[in-house]
């Protein structure tokens, strides 16, 4: 099971970027994808994540500025960031937890980390 994610970059306070992450591999099943970011000095922390069933999660200092979104065709999870911040300034991991077809059980997987960077 591989995650590919795209997306980051840098862009100015106030404006927006969208990371996508892409799973392939033997996933029998999705639980759930979503996004963790690491700033320099500080722990990893959760952003958003979502149920394979739509359920979406956030951090409170991210609700109202991102959105989560899944396609469930292309087993892909997209993070859309509006209205950013300076303390959005990291790097920015895929996560997914899934059920790989040669294991039977549910797993963490994670992709490599993109970093974003808001300058103000």
């Known amino acids: 099971v591989q995650l590919q994610a795209s997306g980051g970059g840098m862009v100015q306070a106030g404006g927006s970027l969208r990371l996508s992450c892409a799973a392939s591999g033997m996933i029998f099943r999705i639980n759930t994808m979503g996004w963790y970011r690491q700033a320099p000095g500080k722990q990893r922390e959760l952003v958003a994540v979502?149920?394979?069933?739509?359920?979406?999660n956030y951090a409170d200092s991210v609700k109202g500025r991102f959105t989560i979104s899944r396609d469930l065709a292309r087993n892909t999870v997209n993070l859309q960031m509006n209205r950013m911040k300076s303390e959005d300034t990291a790097v920015y991991y895929c996560n997914g937890n899934f059920v790989a077809g040669f294991t039977g059980s549910s797993s963490d997987y994670w992709g490599q980390g993109t970093l974003v960077t808001v300058s103000s």
């Open positions: 979502i149920t394979w069933g739509g359920n979406e």
